[in-house]
């Protein structure tokens, strides 16, 4: 935990170090886009990996149902995945459309 909080820390002294407000807004919305990123790539892994271990465990039990949860399993890893495309979209909006910047 320590060394995540000395990298913001250094991240933010890199962005303040410019006494610029539109070089500040940048650096704070690549900073904001990968750390978006990570955390929504990381928690739909996390679904899908919960998703594909409930499917083979429904199979097993059950293997007659087996077609029906497999198609169940991919309409839910297809709207996980969109949630992970949406948040793409606003950091890609976030580094080269910002609302911010005047």
């Known amino acids: 935990m320590k060394k995540f909080f000395l990298l913001f ?4 002294a890199v962005a303040f170090a410019d ?11 690549v900073v904001a886009a990968g750390v978006g ?3 929504a790539a990381l928690g739909g892994a ?14 097993a039990r059950n293997p007659g149902l087996g077609g ?3 198609t169940t399993m991919f309409i839910a890893l297809a709207m ?3 949630q992970v495309i949406y948040t793409l979209v ?4 976030a580094l080269y459309a910002n ?3 005047g």
């Open 9 to 12: 820390l250094a991240l933010g």
């Open 80 to 82: 996980i995945e969109a």
């Open 99 to 101: 609302p911010f910047l």
């Open 19 to 29: 006494a610029d407000g539109e070089s500040m807004i940048k650096a704070y919305s």
């Open 68 to 70: 029906k949860l497999m």
């Open 46 to 59: 996390i679904g899908m990996g919960h998703t594909a271990a409930a499917t083979i465990a429904g199979t």
């Open 37 to 39: 990123l990570g955390l």
């Open 90 to 93: 606003i950091a890609l909006i």
